[in-house]
């Protein structure tokens, strides 16, 4: 199994060094931006989609109305898409 992953990886090809500085700016941007939002913002953003929360347990971790979780994602969304375009 071992040796099956290791002549996968082999194949792969690496990505062209260009592409992987441009892949690092990208995220570094990406880790500015979220770190100019507000702390609500950030954390609500972190929940769903670094930390794979699903909507009701977002609003039982943060103790809100799970149909506000919606809009506090789609605001803090929409701040980021901002904050993106600023830079």
Known sequence: LLEDR??????EP????LEA???AEEAAGLHQALEALPPRDHLM??????DG??????ARTL???PGSVSVLLRRA????RETLGKS
């Open 45 to 50: 953003l972190t929940l769903r989609f670094w």
């Open 14 to 17: 690496l990505p062209a060094p």
């Open 63 to 65: 103790g809100v109305a």
């Open 21 to 23: 500085l441009s892949r």
């Open 6 to 11: 290791r002549l996968h990886a082999a194949r």
């Open 53 to 58: 929360l699903d909507q009701a347990t977002i």
């Open 77 to 80: 969304l929409d701040r980021l």
